[in-house]
């Protein structure tokens, strides 16, 4: 398996962990995010993932996007160990979990919308800090007390071992940490991921320890 | 089943074909996303879905949120008509078109984003149309190549019948064709949609044959 990432990239960063976790190896490939305007966006890229956005998994000939849909796909054809719960209804809370930071968070959060908002709409730097920290407080808000209320909640989102939950959760606090999001409120979430650094396959994909670190 | 909806969003919309599709009967709760500042905000709707966000739905006492997920759950217990191919690579392929859709160009566009470029950036109305377009026109820039040149494009996204990348792309071409966004770039989409609305169980989902349609 060939993976395009960027060491900074929170979605290429769910499926660093997700291969870690299934004891996948795997080569990586960088794809730069700045450099150059962006080599996502340079049609060499583009014929590998035409949404220019990392990551892309390639995976015996087939080329995989968007991280929860490689996930999913992981988890089909490697299930050991597992990465969602067995009955349905969990199933679909840990992926709602998932969802709510890939869909409600890290979207408005990712470099190109934080790009636009500089240069098409001339925010200030202050401006854009406060978009983003809206943005994930907003998500960590209803979160934080979910996780803490749910009598399923363990070391992890789900029990005492990892779900693609976690696989969301941990880049996301990682780059709120980054943007200095006081994580005071958030007990729960922010125990969640001191747990998930103990953990080889999570401190292994962590961006600090990618090839294309800087 | 009980589905907690509003009759213009995305994802509600998502939901409805889906349980159309599968013939599956639910009672429908309207939930206004601006009287009053947004119902979906209040506690009452909070206790069903903390994110405050519409859908939800019940089932058998299960609250389940995110559209993706809903619809993930759906397919587990109601595998019939299957929303997703049978092979783990058409899955993925059919799954990264869905969050394409849903992770890449909804997020940026919904009600509570355009509120907050009007209200805490005070960007012009024009300016926020602006934006609307830049995020589906960048999505769809790369979504219509794929579908043009996929041989697995067929009447739907994926062959002949609807699968969860439908689901994600009608709502949007409807939420696109109400901000102006000039469709003439997109052929394959245009048309998918097109074949998508001489089917009954996406005309019943359709914003205005909601019971809380204006």
């Known amino acids: 398996m060939k993976l395009y990432s960027y060491f900074r990239s929170s979605a ?6 997700a291969l870690n976790l299934k004891g996948l190896a ?9 450099r150059g305007g962006g080599e ?3 049609p060499e890229y583009r014929r590998i993932n035409p949404d220019g956005i990392v990551p892309a998994l390639v995976d015996d000939g087939l080329v ?3 991280s929860l849909a490689i996930i999913e796909y992981l988890e ?3 299930p050991n160990p ?10 679909a809370y840990v992926r709602s979990i998932a969802l709510q930071i890939a869909c409600e968070i890290h979207p408005l959060n990712n470099l190109r919308v934080l790009k636009y908002l500089k240069h098409s709409l001339n925010v200030t730097d202050e401006a854009k800090d406060a978009w983003y920290r809206h943005w994930v407080t907003n998500g960590f808000d209803a ?6 209320g749910d009598p399923r909640t363990g070391q992890f989102v789900y029990g005492d071992t990892p779900t693609m939950a976690d696989l969301a959760l941990v880049p996301q606090v990682f780059n709120a940490l980054r943007f200095n999001v006081d994580m005071a ?21 962590s961006p600090e320890k990618q090839p294309d670190a800087e």
Chains 1, 2 share one sequence.
Do not use: C, K, N
Not at 26 to 34: E, G, K
């Open 185 to 205: 409120a958030y007990p729960t979430i922010q125990r969640i991921y001191d747990e998930a650094l103990r953990h080889d396959a999570f401190v292994r994909a």
């Open 82 to 91: 597992p990465l969602l719960p067995s009955t349905p209804g969990d199933r």
């Open 64 to 66: 995989l996007q968007q």
């Open 143 to 148: 979160l934080e007390p979910r996780l803490a």
């Open 12 to 17: 290429a960063y769910r499926v660093r962990i």
């Open 40 to 42: 996502q966006l340079m």
């Open 26 to 34: 795997y080569d990586y490939a960088a794809v730069h995010l700045l």
């Open 76 to 78: 089909e054809t490697h």
